[in-house]
Structure formats: C-alpha cells, structure tokens
C-alpha cells in the first residue's frame, strides 16, 4: 500500500504537471464567470448537477479509508493519525483539482473536454501526450485495484461464509510456472475477479462518456458512504439522543446531503442517457 501510494503520487504529479503545461501554451484565458453556456436553464442545472457528481467523485477515499486505518501502527492512535492524514489528503486534492479545473477552463473556455490531455485537438509533442497517458493507465490501474479490494474482499468472505465447505469457494491451488514464483489460485477468486474486470470494462465501453459517468459513481457512493454511515456511526458511539441540537443539525446536515447527491444523480444520468442519444 505504500509503495502504490507514492508511486500513485508521482504519477499524479506528473500527468498534473504536464497537463497544466498544454494548458497554458497559447497564454490566452478564455471562458466566463458563468461557466459554460447553454442554450437553455434546464441544460445549465443539469450540468450543474453533473459537476457535483464530479466533485463527489474526487474524493471516494471513504471507500478504503478502514481497510488504511487498519494498516496503521500506534501510538499515536490511528485514529488521530487518519485524521491528520484525511486532512492533508482533503487539502493537497483540493488544490490539485481546483488548477486543474481551473486551468482547463481558461484554456478552453465552453470548448473544455473531460479528457483535457487528449480532448483539446492536438497532440504534439506525441511523446509528452503519451507519456502523461502511460502515467494515468498506470495511475488508474492502481486504484482499480486498491478501489475494488473492499468488495472482492466482501463478496468471498460472504461465500465462504455461505459455503464453508465447498472446494470451489474455500481451496486453494499453487500453480509453478518456468522462470516464476509460485501462483496461489483460487477458483472463486479467479472467476469472480475475472467476471467482475469483463463486466466493468464492457460498462465503460458501452457508456464512454467520462463526465456522466463519473457523476454517477461519484452521487450513488458520496452520501450513503460519507455522510450516512459516519453520521449514524457518531450517533451510536457518542449516545447522541434523538431530538437534542446536535442530532437535529447532523440529521438536517444528512437530509440536505442526501437531497444534493439524488440531485446530481438524477442530473448524471439525465447527461448519461441524452450523450448515448446523441452518439446513437
């Protein structure tokens, strides 16, 4: 994990740091205050709630953030080190994301592309474009595995749970190839991983639409999993009794959250379903 954490970074700063470049090779700023214009308020809220989604999306660390927590060593307790760690996180992402964005957007106005390495209209020099796209293959090949631990993790523990003597679920095999180490198998591990990499990718091919998608994933994962769960974890370990201030403004806080995320979510596949018309 620590390994992949700081070679995930470097990678980050490099397609950032080449990105941004691109970006400012003509030297003119260009877009508006207003954001990108639309020919109607109907298409500018639904792009407001696709940038929601967006941001939501930017932060889907609460996905992983036990399965970190449990790596990490005291004293100081880990729950003071995640904290410190979760804020510094929060901030240095923030910040990376605003450039980003905001780079982007002054570079290419309402012309801006989701993919702002590839989606501008050129490509030279070809040996930066394609190093920084090796760097976000390598990046996102990481965090597909890290990201996906947590649910192969609870998927074949709920096999074995289920089956606790089936061979198929619970054995497994070493494998001796020329040249390399030995390969622990499993056959439900094989064939679960293996069903769930084809499924996802042809997703992804079905629906090649970056911003949509991500706003989908980003609002189906942001409330249940960062403003839900922590919300009602807090009311059980603190004995928050119900109707005091505090529980009214956690519970108004959580009610206004879950309002925001069905908003992007609705506005998500709105821009889901009319770029899919589009296309077809």
């Given at each position: 994990m620590a390994i992949y954490s700081c070679c995930n970074h470097v990678l980050h700063l490099f397609f950032h740091w080449i990105g941004t470049w691109l970006r400012k090779r003509d030297g003119y700023v260009k877009g508006s205050i207003g954001g990108i214009s639309t020919s109607s308020a109907a298409d500018k809220i639904w792009l407001v709630a696709q940038a929601i989604g967006d941001i939501a999306f930017a932060y889907p660390y609460s996905l992983i953030v036990?399965?970190?927590?449990?790596?990490?060593?005291?004293?100081?307790?880990?729950?003071?080190?995640?904290?410190?760690?979760?804020?510094?996180?929060?901030v240095v992402t923030t910040l990376f994301y605003?450039?980003?964005?905001?780079?982007?957007?002054?570079?290419?106005?309402d012309d801006t592309p989701g993919n702002l390495l590839t989606g501008f209209g050129f490509y030279e020099p070809y040996w930066l474009i394609d190093?920084?796209?090796?760097?976000?293959?390598?990046?996102?090949?990481?965090g597909y595995q890290v990201y996906s631990q947590p649910l192969f993790a609870n998927v074949e523990r709920w096999f074995a749970d289920k089956f606790p003597s089936s061979g198929f679920v619970n054995d497994n095999y070493t494998l001796k190839l020329p040249l390399l180490p030995e390969?622990?198998?499993?056959?439900?591990?094989?064939?679960?991983?293996?069903?769930?990499?084809?499924?996802?990718?042809?997703?992804?091919?079905?629906?090649?639409?970056?911003?949509?998608?991500?706003?989908?994933?980003?609002?189906?994962?942001?409330?249940?999993?960062?403003i839900y769960f922590p919300v009602e974890m807090y009311f059980k370990q603190m004995n928050i009794e119900a109707w005091t201030t505090k529980w009214i403004l956690l519970r108004t806080f959580s009610m206004f959250c879950l309002l925001v995320t069905l908003f992007s979510l609705i506005g998500s596949i709105e821009g889901l379903i009319t770029a899919k018309l589009k296309k077809s």
């Open positions: 036990i399965e970190i927590q449990d790596t990490l060593k005291s004293p100081p307790p880990e729950n003071q080190t995640m904290k410190k760690a979760s804020t510094i996180a929060i605003l450039s980003c964005g905001g780079f982007g957007y002054a570079a290419f106005g190093f920084a796209n090796a760097c976000i293959v390598l990046h996102l090949l990481g390969i622990r198998l499993n056959l439900l591990r094989l064939c679960f991983r293996s069903i769930y990499v084809v499924s996802t990718t042809a997703i992804a091919m079905l629906f090649p639409y970056f911003n949509q998608v991500l706003g989908v994933l980003g609002a189906l994962f942001f409330w249940p999993l960062s």
